[in-house]
Nanobody
Framework: QVQLVESGGGLVQAGGSLRLSCAAS????????IRWYRQAPGKQRDLVAT???????NYADSVKGRFTISRDNAKNTTYLRMNSLKPEDTAVYYC?????????????????WGQGTQVTVSS
């Protein structure tokens, strides 16, 4: 019904920047809160940034001042701008969104995940 596709990951040197994108498609009525998570090898998946339907944002302490989450509702796309990257930012980055879909006259809201995009920061 709904697909989230991340893009924009890659290899970058410490101090560099990347912009991740997460595009949603499918039978979408509206996209509510969107989150970016990351998971480094052997570690748990951690919440990095959140943006609500009213564009209120929140960040993990480790990325505050360096990362910026934004959304383009017309394109059903969210972005994560990452500046001043550090080797410890290396991880697979996932987007997660609470999406409301309409099937006939029934509205259902649930969470969806993208497949992830690898970010590698070299020292």
């Amino acid at each position: 019904q709904v697909q989230l596709v991340e893009s924009g990951g890659g290899l970058v040197q410490a101090g560099g920047s990347l912009r991740l994108s997460c595009a949603a498609s499918g039978s979408i009525d509206r996209i509510n809160t969107i989150r970016w998570y990351r998971q480094a090898p052997g570690k748990q998946r951690d919440l990095v940034a959140t943006i609500t339907s009213t564009s209120s944002t929140n960040y993990a302490d480790s990325v505050k001042g360096r990362f910026t989450i934004s959304r383009d509702n017309a394109k059903n796309t969210t972005y994560l701008r990452m500046n001043s990257l550090k080797p410890e930012d290396t991880a697979v980055y996932y987007c997660n969104a609470d999406v409301t879909v309409r099937l006939s006259y029934v509205y259902t809201t649930r969470g969806y995940w993208g497949q992830g995009t690898q970010v590698t920061v070299s020292s």
